[in-house]
Each structure stands twice: as C-alpha cells, then as structure tokens.
C-alpha cells in the first residue's frame, strides 16, 4: 500500500499530461440516447448487464485504496457488466463531497474524477445518483438539518421536496458536480460520454404525501434544472416502482403499502428519459418463502415493463435486485437460483419486449478487503465463482440480444 500511495503522488506531479491523453484514447465514444421505448449508443440498440457499487467515490478518496474502484472495474468488465451505477453525494459526515451547503472537499471531487477516468477505461457507462432518501451519506435528512441550523423553519425532513432553501441547496449541488471539470480527463462531467446518464436521488420517498405528488412535483422542477445545464444525457428519478395514485387498480403490485411516489405519473414527466425500479421481496416480504418472493420480484418487474411500454412510453431500467446473506437459512445456491430466475426473466422480456427492458443491476458488487462495506447484499466476483458465472451468463446473453436487435 505504500509504494500504491508513493506511486499515486508520481502521477500526479509528473505524468499528468500521459494520463489525460490515456483516458481520452480509450473513453467510450457516444452518449447513449434514447428513442421511444429503447437504448441507443451510436446508432444501434443498446442492451447491457449491469452492477451496483455505490462507494466508490468514498473509496477512492484514499488514493492509497483506489486500487479497489480498478479491481472492480477489470473483475465486472471481465465479466461483460457494462453499467455501473454509484453515488455522486456524499453529504457532510467523514469523506463528505458537500461538507456544508455549496461548500465541497477538493481531494473528495477528486475520488469521483478518478472513478469517472477509471469507468473510461474500462469501458463501463456510469448511472451517477446526485442524492439519498436515507440519512447514509447524508441525503436528504443532512439537507433539511443545513436548513435548520440556518435558521430556516423545517417541519420535517420531507420539507426537502419543498422548501426553497433547501431546494436552492440541491440545485446548486446539480451545478457544481454536472459543470464539474474532471482534473484527470480534463473533461466536464457534462460532456463525458463515459456517463449514461444521471438520478435525482436514490428511492425518493415522502412520508408525508403518499399520492406521490409531493415528489412528483419536485422532480418535475429538478429535471427541468437538470436538463438546463446538461442536455446530452440520460436523466431517471431514481425510484423503487411503488404506484400512487394516478392509476389506484395499479397499487394491487405494490407489496402491501406505499411510500410517497407515483411510478406512472412521475415517470411521464417529459425530462425523465427512462424509469427505474428496485426490488427487495427478502425485505418487503420477509415472511412470505423463496418462491413467493421470487413470483412477487417477477410479477414486479412484468406489469412495470407493461406500463413502460403503453403508458409512459419510455424504457425501464431494473436499477437495483439482490438477495442478502443476512436471510434466514442462507444458502449461497439460493442466491444463485434467484438471480438466474431474475436474469431470465430480464431476458426474455428484453426480448419479447423489443428491447424496452435496457438491463439489470445487481446490488452490489465490492473488491476483496472490504469487508466493512459488507450489506449482506455484497458479491466479491473472484471469491464467488458459481455467481461470477451467472452474472457472465448473462451479459453474453444480453450482448447477443442486442446483437439481434441491432
């Protein structure tokens, strides 16, 4: 580790010109788009399978421990994962990116520059989350607190959706990391084709308005934001699927409650390019058995494909899907036999479907020695060959429909 950290400083003070012109010779060409209900790179359809590795940036601003974000990036793309999705916030705390409203850490910037060079050359698209529901990594409760200590009178956190300061401080944070300059490529991260695209906020929820039209109103002015300084890529909202009320007889698929979001009506707005859904049946519905729970993820995944295609018009995404170690007699053949059931039905509905299905993401996937990241959800793709397998599978898979398609 420390001829890595010994060496990262050579980098940085001596090869900094061979470095930017590396990363512009194998940066991927291309933004992809979207027409109708499919993807498009460079003018042919475009399928992927995907991962989710949402502390990158975090670790990468060790460059000690960048190792980490390159050994993910050569593992997935050896095994034809071509989609990462990661966070683009981290929100006061420990490594904060935003360390107060519109003030952010150089060297934290510096770990998502590395991470966006990294996904360029490995020829890995990025989906970058620009906030958090939750309270990790501060998100939306580390905003509404901001407020507060400013002397602004918040409610609740769900004034986050609604309050001008703290949407002001949002929408300076969508200009400072989509204008930002990458310091390793030299290009903005608005013009960097390695981004497929970016999500207002991971699984936005809204506790206080369950129709949906609390966050459906803010996405609305945040995408209109976003679309303002950024036009070449793809923008989601980030959300789970849960229905709300703009179509009632469609809450029948929600498992048992709502959480403040309105998968159709949200999902029309005209800047959100694509839609997302998130499924979690071991925690929705813990006491319901494997078979119920995997029936429930599909059942899940096919009548929002549905409302895709003859609704909203737009593709879907399968943005987050895995099975937790934590569970109840775990049993690693279990987690394989329900990711082979989701990867097949991704499949056939990409391919019954035309394409309007682009992927899956699995959640997630960490390098060795990262034990304290573990979720329960964590797949180390070296030390889990029967899932590295499963996952690869389906690439090929999904490179060949595209194939088909294209």
Not at 15 to 44: D, K, M, W
Not at 342 to 371: F, K, P, S, T
Request: glycine fraction near 10%; aromatic fraction near 12%; hydrophobic fraction near 40%.
């Amino acid at each position: 580790m420390a001829c890595l950290r010994k060496l990262s400083c050579i980098l940085g003070l001596v090869v900094l010109v061979p470095l930017v012109c590396e990363a512009r010779v194998l940066a991927p060409s291309g933004f992809v788009q979207v027409r109708g209900t499919r993807f498009f790179l460079n003018g042919s359809p475009f399928l992927f399978n995907g991962f989710n590795s949402y502390w990158m940036m975090n670790v990468a601003t060790e460059p000690s421990d960048r190792i980490k974000v390159s050994d993910v990036f050569r593992e997935a793309s050896a095994a034809g994962l071509s989609v990462c999705r990661t966070w683009a916030f981290s929100d006061g705390g420990d490594r904060g990116l935003q360390t107060s409203p519109g003030v952010y850490d150089e060297r934290v910037f510096q770990g998502l520059d590395f991470v966006i060079s990294e996904a360029r050359r490995s020829g890995v698209r990025l989906i970058l989350s620009l906030s958090n529901n939750y309270h990790d990594f501060g998100g939306r409760p580390q905003y509404a607190q901001w407020a507060r200590n400013a002397g602004v009178a918040i409610g609740d956190d769900d004034d986050f959706y609604t309050n001008a300061v703290v949407k002001g401080y949002y929408k300076n944070h969508l200009q400072r990391v989509l204008t930002r300059v990458n310091t390793i490529t030299g290009v903005a991260y608005r013009d960097d084709p390695a981004i497929m695209g970016w999500e207002l906020m991971n699984e936005p929820r809204c506790q206080v308005d369950y129709s949906g039209n609390t966050v459906n109103d803010w996405a609305q002015e945040m995408a209109s934001h976003v679309k303002s300084i950024d036009s070449k890529h793809l923008l989601a909202i980030g959300m789970e699927g849960f229905y709300g009320d703009s179509m009632p007889d469609r809450k029948q698929y929600n498992p048992g409650y709502q959480v403040g979001t309105d998968y159709i009506k949200s999902n029309l707005i005209r800047e959100i390019d694509f839609a997302t859904i998130h499924a979690y049946p071991d925690i929705w519905l813990s006491g319901q058995d494997e078979n119920a729970q995997t029936a429930f993820a599909q059942r899940w995944m096919e009548s929002h494909l549905a409302d895709a295609k003859a609704i909203i018009r737009k593709p879907l995404v399968f943005t987050e899907f895995g099975k937790s170690k934590k569970d109840p007699g775990y049993r690693i053949s279990a987690r394989d036999t329900y990711m082979n059931a989701i990867y097949l039905d991704i499949y056939h509905l990409a391919r019954g479907g035309g394409g309007a299905i682009g992927g899956g993401l699995v959640w997630q996937i960490l390098a060795e020695g990262m034990e304290s990241y573990d979720d329960g959800y964590e797949i180390v793709l070296p030390q889990e060959p029967s899932t590295n397998a499963i996952i690869s599978e389906q690439s090929t898979k999904m490179t060949s429909l595209q194939r088909t398609l294209g």
